[in-house]
């Protein structure tokens, strides 16, 4: 997560996209991994009103990657995706960048009023750490479980009458 939100211009950036290959880096996201990782988002939403999104992209858009990284990615997604959009405001995206080998959370005011950058960062560097050890789906279900315990923490409900606000389906953009 980066500290500071202008807009880092990188023509390294716009390389690796441009010569990021998708076939030799996305292999683990098959149709049942991404089963597995909607089941976590799921069970990471139970007891709790808050909302979890799990989006994964092979690698930022050519034409915005001299410009945009994946923290301003993550936030444009947030927006697209609605995950701000919900009654408490208590979204949180998780976003996953192959080719740039980064994962950004992006939490609704609701929540941020409760939780510091700085614990979000934690969980994000974790994760990013299991990723880099070839284990991301294990990462990633391990990380939608602690944001799961910690939207409970906060948003604690035995029973949610309203329902779930956002799909829970993984988002893979290829």
């Not at 950036?13 to 991994?33: E, G, I, M, N, Y």
């Not at 606000?165 to 988002?171: C, I, K, P, Q």
Request: negative net charge; proline residues 3%.
């Amino acid at each position: 997560m980066s500290e500071n939100n202008a807009p880092k211009t990188s023509f390294a950036r716009w390389w690796r996209q441009v010569l990021f290959v998708p076939l030799l880096h996305s292999k683990w996201l098959t149709a049942d991994a991404r089963a597995r990782l909607t089941d976590e988002v799921t069970r990471a939403e139970l007891g709790h009103r808050g909302e979890v999104f799990l989006i994964v992209e092979n690698h930022l858009p050519i034409q915005d990657a001299y410009q945009m990284d994946c923290r301003e990615r993550a936030v444009d997604l947030f927006s697209e995706y609605r995950v701000w959009d919900t009654e408490e405001n208590t979204g949180v995206l998780v976003y996953v960048n192959i080719c740039e080998h980064q994962l950004e959370i992006v939490a609704d005011r609701g929540i941020s009023n409760h939780v510091s950058p700085t614990v979000w960062r934690a969980m994000s560097e974790k994760a990013v750490s299991g990723i880099a050890n070839k284990k991301t789906e294990a990462s990633l279900a391990e990380l939608l479980d602690e944001i799961g315990q910690v939207l409970r923490q906060y948003y604690h409900l035995e029973h949610d009458p309203a329902g779930n606000e956002l799909s829970d389906t993984v988002v893979f953009l290829k």
